[in-house]
C-alpha cells in the first residue's frame, strides 16, 4: 500500500531564489491538500485541490505561492522569491472524497519537505 | 470561527504511565469531525482516529481510548500504559468542508 509521498524531503535555498515541490497522493484519491507547519505549530491550511481544480486557497498563500495538479495525479507547490519567513515543512495530504455537503474524509499526509531559505 | 486549543504543551511521563492529552474546539457547525494525528520526528503525520459530532460513543483501541464531550467541547486522548515509542507530538484537528483546523500539538516524552 503506497502512500502519499513528497519530493524533495529537505531543500535549503537562497532567498530570493524560486522552489519547486512534488508531491504524490494515494492512487485512488481524488483531493489533495498543502500545508505549512512552522516549529512548534500545527499544520496551516494552504490549498486543495478536487481532481485538477483547485478549489480553495487560504490567504496564506501569497502571490508568491503557486500550486498545480494539471492531469488531477500529483501536484507541484512553487513558491517564487523565497524569503526567510518562508522556511517551515511543507506537508501535502490527500483523501478520497465523496459527496459534497460537510462530510469531512481522513486526509493521509505524506512525510513533508522541508525549507530552510537562507 | 473554527479553533483548537491543545493547552498542553509538554508532558513528561515515565513508562507504563496512563497519560491524558487533551484537546477542547470551538465551532458554530453543527455537523463536523474530530481527528487525532501523530508526528514522530521523521515528521510524517500519522492518522489515528476519526469521529463526527453526531457520535460520542467512546472509542478504545488497543492502550488508546478518546472521550468525546460535546458538552464541553472536548475530545481528549488517553494512553494507557504508556511506552518509549508512543514519543511523539500528538495533534487534535477539527475538520469540515475540506479544511482541517490543528490544535498547536502536545508533545509527550515518554522515558524509560
Known amino acids: 500500500d503506497t502512500g502519499v509521498s513528497q519530493d524533495p524531503r529537505h531543500k535549503i535555498t537562497k532567498r530570493g531564489q524560486n522552489v519547486t515541490f512534488r508531491c504524490d497522493p494515494i492512487?485512488?484519491?481524488?483531493?489533495l491538500y498543502w500545508y505549512r507547519q512552522t516549529l512548534g505549530q500545527g499544520p496551516e491550511f494552504l490549498t486543495y485541490?478536487?481532481?485538477?481544480?483547485?478549489?480553495?486557497k487560504s490567504r496564506l498563500l501569497s502571490d508568491r505561492f503557486s500550486a498545480e495538479r494539471p492531469k488531477g495525479s500529483f501536484s507541484t507547490l512553487e513558491i517564487q522569491r523565497t524569503e526567510q519567513g518562508d522556511s517551515a515543512m511543507y506537508l501535502c495530504?490527500?483523501?478520497?472524497?465523496?459527496?459534497?455537503?460537510?462530510?469531512?474524509?481522513?486526509?493521509?499526509f505524506g512525510p513533508g519537505t522541508r525549507l530552510l531559505v537562507l | 470561527a473554527q479553533k483548537v486549543t491543545q493547552a498542553q504543551t509538554e508532558i513528561s511521563v515515565v513508562e507504563k504511565e496512563d497519560v491524558t492529552l487533551d484537546c477542547v474546539y470551538e465551532?458554530?457547525?453543527?455537523?463536523?469531525?474530530l481527528f487525532w494525528y501523530k508526528q514522530p520526528p521523521s515528521g510524517e503525520l500519522v492518522f489515528l482516529i476519526r469521529?463526527?459530532?453526531?457520535?460520542?460513543q467512546n472509542e478504545i483501541s488497543g492502550r488508546y481510548s478518546w472521550n468525546f464531550q460535546k458538552s464541553t467541547s472536548s475530545f481528549n486522548f488517553t494512553i494507557t500504559a504508556s511506552q518509549v515509542v508512543d514519543s511523539a507530538v500528538y495533534f487534535c484537528?477539527?475538520?469540515?468542508?475540506?479544511?482541517?483546523?490543528f490544535g498547536s500539538g502536545t508533545k509527550l516524552n515518554v522515558k524509560p
Open positions: 495530504a490527500s483523501s478520497l472524497g465523496s459527496s459534497g455537503g460537510s462530510y469531512q474524509e481522513t486526509q493521509y
Open positions: 492512487s485512488e484519491h481524488n483531493r
Open positions: 485541490f478536487q481532481n485538477e481544480a483547485q478549489l480553495e
Open positions: 465551532t458554530r457547525d453543527t455537523t463536523y469531525y
Open positions: 469521529r463526527n459530532s453526531f457520535d460520542e
Open positions: 484537528a477539527l475538520g469540515n468542508f475540506n479544511k482541517f483546523y
